[in-house]
């Protein structure tokens, strides 16, 4: 009798205290990209830079700064103004075949950075992909979204969203530059305009015992 009571008692217990409904992944997406197409206009308005230190087995190796802005057909370009190498150069041929190597290292760090440029900056089709197969949950006050096969094959996605704004907070993605695995952290901050904007990327490169860390800096409203 007792064990019929608890079974009741229970039934009633979900009856008055229903589970969460299932979040609507099809609608959220769609206000994301709604709040990140109108973030986008707001960010067109600047220009900055991008410091990105590359390490070599822990070791800084080279510095390139990077200019960012937007053209007038509202597409984001970069153009790198400067690179720097730490390394001591040697004389001659063998000084010549280090700038040779460094200079074919700056080309894999710029492909390396322009594909956490493609996590961090995706369309309103990526975005209603991306959550048709997400697996998403409340965490921490924030959603967060996970999913596979997001650009490529094998890779992987983690956002975060700040559900006030709908706005990005931090990702993190595992994909494939080449034949070598890059995993990459992208941290979002906001200016006192409430523009949010992607301010540091972390990227670990193993193959090549890599590892870069890029901040950017120096926004500025661009003069009209």
Same mark, same amino acid.
């Given at each position: 009798?007792?064990f019929?009571?608890?079974?009741?008692? =229970?039934?009633?217990?979900?009856?008055?205290?229903?589970?969460?409904?299932?979040?609507?992944k099809?609608a959220?997406?769609?206000?994301?990209?709604?709040?990140?197409?109108?973030?986008?206009?707001?960010?067109?308005?600047?220009?900055w830079?991008?410091?990105?230190?590359?390490?070599?087995?822990?070791?800084?190796?080279?510095?390139?700064?990077?200019?960012?802005?937007?053209?007038a057909?509202? /597409?984001?370009?970069?153009?790198?103004?400067?690179?720097?190498?730490?390394?001591?150069?040697?004389?001659?041929?063998?000084?010549? =075949?280090?700038?040779? =190597?460094?200079?074919?290292?700056v080309?894999?760090?710029?492909?390396?950075?322009?594909?956490?440029?493609?996590?961090?900056?995706?369309?309103?089709?990526?975005?209603?992909?991306?959550?048709? /197969? =997400?697996?998403v949950t409340e965490?921490?006050?924030?959603?967060?979204?996970?999913?596979?096969?997001?650009?490529?094959?094998?890779?992987?996605?983690l956002?975060?969203?700040?559900?006030?704004?709908?706005?990005?907070?931090?990702?993190?993605f595992?994909?494939?530059?080449? /034949?070598d695995?890059?995993?990459?952290?992208?941290?979002?901050?906001k200016?006192?305009?409430?523009?949010?904007h992607?301010?540091?990327?972390?990227?670990?490169?193993?193959?090549?015992?890599?590892?870069?860390d890029?901040?950017?800096?120096?926004?500025?409203?661009?003069? /009209?």
């Amino acid at each position: 009798m007792k064990f019929k009571i608890n079974i009741l008692i =229970a039934a009633l217990m979900i009856f008055y205290f229903p589970l969460p409904a299932q979040i609507d992944k099809e609608a959220l997406s769609l206000k994301i990209s709604k709040a990140e197409e109108a973030n986008q206009q707001k960010l067109k308005e600047y220009v900055w830079k991008r410091r990105s230190d590359v390490f070599v087995e822990s070791k800084l190796m080279l510095t390139t700064i990077t200019e960012f802005n937007y053209t007038a057909d509202g /597409k984001l370009e970069t153009k790198i103004v400067d690179a720097e190498t730490s390394i001591q150069k040697k004389p001659g041929l063998r000084g010549k =075949a280090q700038e040779n =190597a460094v200079e074919g290292k700056v080309e894999y760090i710029e492909k390396s950075l322009q594909l956490a440029l493609d996590y961090a900056f995706m369309t309103k089709g990526e975005m209603l992909d991306f959550f048709s /197969k =997400a697996t998403v949950t409340e965490k921490n006050g924030q959603l967060e979204a996970v999913a596979d096969n997001v650009h490529i094959p094998g890779d992987r996605l983690l956002i975060r969203i700040d559900p006030q704004t709908n706005l990005y907070t931090y990702k993190e993605f595992t994909s494939i530059l080449g /034949k070598d695995k890059i995993d990459g952290k992208l941290n979002y901050e906001k200016f006192s305009n409430g523009t949010n904007h992607l301010s540091v990327t972390t990227l670990n490169l193993p193959a090549q015992k890599m590892s870069i860390d890029a901040k950017n800096q120096d926004y500025t409203i661009r003069v /009209k």
